[in-house]
Structure formats: structure tokens, C-alpha cells
């Protein structure tokens, strides 16, 4: 069951009254610091924006693992299910995410090799449920490395 805001419009939810509890109580843990990015990865991020996509995703897993493990430690029902309730939410903008990781085209042969040792290492819940999802990945892995050997060729011959 979706619920949205009054006026429709918006896709936000409603927190109810325990959801707002339980965020309340356990707030440190849902709104989890962010982990520092290093001057490199900025740096990264400015010639290839998929190491922006990365961290994005990298971030987003992170919020959604410390709403499993409060849901997980919850033994009242009301305050289950409220937690529950942002997991699952905090659930579907994972999957949402994931399908913009596995979509998005690196710029760089840096970010091919990131994009590929990152998806290489998360863990099946992280990536999306289509069972098909890996072949537009590699397509994309492979238009990209097409598109920068082109840029390079390219480069090259008008020097």
C-alpha cells in the first residue's frame, strides 16, 4: 500500500505517527553519516561522473543495511512495523538507484574499471532483480569502451 502525500502531487510519503517515532528514537542510526570522499575521488568525479553514481549507490545500500539491522533489533510490533516501513522504503530507492547504476555509461577507461569492480563486488540484494540486468550492463560497459577508444582514435589522428 502507497501512501502519498495530502495533495497527490508529490511522490513523498507520509510518515505516520511510529514511523516518526521510531526515526526519532533511532535517528543516529537511520541518518548515518556519509563517509568522506577523498580529493581523489572528486577529482574522479570531474572527468567521469559514474564515480558519482558509484557513491550514490554505495551511500544508499548503506542507509538501507542500517534500517534492516533497526528493524531487525525491534521486538515492539508497532515500532517493527514502522521501521519496517522506512526499510522498505529506504529498499525501493536502492532498486531504483541500481537500475541508474547498471544503465549509466562511464566516460573514462578509469570508470569502466571502477563501475566494473564495483558492481563485481556488491551484493545481490544491491543490484536489480531483473534476472537480465547483467546484459544491459555489459552493453553498456561495451558502448562505453567503444565510445572512448573512438574519442581516443579520434584525438589521435586530428593532432
Known amino acids: 500500500?502507497?501512501?502519498k502525500t495530502a495533495d497527490q502531487s508529490h511522490s513523498t510519503p507520509i510518515i505516520t505517527a511510529a514511523e516518526l517515532l521510531v526515526l526519532?528514537?533511532?535517528s543516529s542510526e537511520f541518518n548515518m553519516p556519509s563517509h568522506k570522499i577523498s580529493t581523489q575521488s572528486i577529482a574522479a568525479a570531474d572527468r567521469d561522473p559514474i564515480f558519482v553514481v558509484i557513491e550514490r549507490h554505495r551511500e544508499l545500500s548503506a542507509y538501507y543495511d542500517a534500517a534492516?539491522?533497526?528493524s531487525a533489533r525491534l521486538e515492539d510490533e508497532a515500532e517493527f512495523n514502522a521501521a519496517d516501513e522506512i526499510s522498505v522504503q529506504r529498499n525501493q530507492v536502492l532498486a531504483e538507484h541500481?537500475?541508474?547504476l547498471i544503465r549509466?555509461?562511464?566516460?573514462?577507461?578509469g570508470g569502466v574499471i571502477a563501475l566494473a569492480r564495483y558492481v563485481g563486488s556488491v551484493r545481490d540484494w544491491e543490484l536489480p532483480d531483473d534476472d537480465a540486468w547483467y546484459r544491459v550492463f555489459l552493453e553498456g560497459l561495451a558502448d562505453a569502451i567503444d565510445g572512448i577508444t573512438m574519442a581516443q582514435w579520434l584525438g589521435r589522428d586530428g593532432d
Open 68 to 70: 534492516l539491522s533497526v
Open 1 to 3: 500500500m502507497s501512501r
Open 24 to 26: 526519532a528514537r533511532y
Open 104 to 109: 549509466s555509461t562511464p566516460t573514462t577507461i
Open 98 to 100: 541500481a537500475n541508474v
